[in-house]
């Protein structure tokens, strides 16, 4: 008898536990529901002043991914910044490429 009542004791409360998870949820859910449009457009926002993510890669980790660097930080480069690298990495490669390697101005 005493253990039909503790299993009985027990199902009640599971009971209560499931209803309170389940009205958590539910209110996670409609909370989601709500924030998830708003985050969106921030982020579209938020990505389109993006220009590249990079990172140094002597902050690799040990190992790779079929031959390629694994890192867990990451450095981003606003979108009008990335221009002005761009245009000094191609200034730098067309350089290098020539014959005059001093860069000067012949």
Same mark, same amino acid.
């Given at each position: 008898?005493?253990? @039909? ?16 998870? +389940?009205?958590?949820? @539910? @209110? ?6 709500? =924030? ?9 926002? =938020?990505? +389109? &002043? ?22 867990? +930080? ?6 009008? &910044? =990335? ?9 730098? $490669? $067309? ?12």
């Amino acid at each position: 008898a005493e253990h @039909a009542v503790a299993v009985a004791e027990h199902a009640v409360a599971v009971a209560a536990v499931r209803d309170r998870n +389940s009205a958590a949820k @539910a @209110a996670y859910q409609a909370e989601l529901a709500a =924030w998830e449009p708003a985050a969106r457009a921030v982020y579209r926002d =938020w990505a +389109s &002043d993006l220009g590249v993510v990079y990172e140094s890669y002597d902050k690799a980790g040990p190992r790779g991914i079929n031959g390629y660097p694994m890192f867990t +930080s990451l450095c981003m480069l606003h979108c009008e &910044d =990335w221009e002005i690298v761009r245009a000094a990495v191609i200034r730098e $490669q $067309q350089r290098r490429e020539s014959d005059d390697l001093l860069g000067g101005t012949e």
